[in-house]
């Protein structure tokens, strides 16, 4: 697949930008402007922490997630990066000596003993290990599908980083989204009325004004009124 195939899959949109949007849906704006706004979130826990940053074709995203220690891939510890053709790994749950891609004991990293599930991390069965020592190692692969893709975690806060086209229709091109907690944050270039402009939780943007017409239609009778229109 060529680098423009592999950004238009659905599954590698912006990390975490599906998360920050439920959060979203579910706050109460309080002073907004069109390319930024703060607003309130009603569940300060759920999850904790979570953001999307875009930089033109670049994403970087983090999430606080309990469940990311337990799975087989992440342990406690670990770390995926993936620049051009070069990989540094760092993983607790996969430890392993090897040189030049032959590995004398351990398991050794993702996708080298056993196939990889993950469709986003496919590029991982074709990695020449240079040097594996312990939990963390070094390999080369090929320089495109993905150029730049990224994932670790710190026990449960996880972060991601990928390869996106330079302009989405929601995020712009220039875009930050965080929760933290209770207060949620975000800024979007060029500007657009999804954040819409609210000052004190008061809506004073587009979203009123179309309440407000479409509420005015809805009172206008239509001409000669409803018994008129029963007797033709």
Not at 12 to 38: I, Q
Not at 71 to 98: M, Q, T
Not at 106 to 114: L, Q, Y
Not at 190 to 212: E, K, L, N, V
Request: hydrophobic share 30%.
């Amino acid at each position: 697949r060529s680098l423009a195939t592999f950004c238009s899959v659905d599954s590698v949109r912006m990390a975490y930008a599906g998360d920050f949007k439920t959060v979203k849906s579910t706050s109460t704006p309080f002073c907004t402007c069109f390319c930024s706004g703060l607003s309130c979130s009603d569940a300060p826990c759920d999850p904790g922490v979570v953001g999307t940053v875009k930089l033109c074709c670049c994403s970087f995203g983090y999430k606080t997630d309990c469940d990311v220690c337990a799975r087989e891939d992440k342990s406690c510890l670990s770390a995926l990066f993936k620049v051009c053709c070069c990989v540094p790994f760092v993983s607790l749950a996969h430890p392993g000596v090897g040189c030049c891609d032959v590995f004398c004991c351990g398991n050794g990293p993702m996708g080298e003993n056993k196939p990889v599930m993950d469709q986003e991390l496919e590029f991982m069965e074709h990695i020449y290990w240079l040097s594996y020592f312990g939990c963390c190692g070094l390999g080369c692969t090929w320089p495109s599908d993905p150029l730049l893709w990224g994932s670790s975690n710190v026990c449960c806060l996880e972060a991601k980083l990928r390869t996106n086209p330079a302009f989405d229709e929601e995020l712009g091109c220039i875009s930050y989204h965080q929760k933290l907690w209770c207060l949620i944050s975000e800024v979007e270039l060029p500007p657009t009325s999804a954040i819409g402009c609210t000052i004190c939780f008061r809506d004073c943007g587009a979203t009123q004004a179309d309440d407000t017409t479409g509420a005015q239609q809805r009172d206008v009778q239509p001409i000669g009124g409803p018994h008129q229109q029963e007797t033709m």
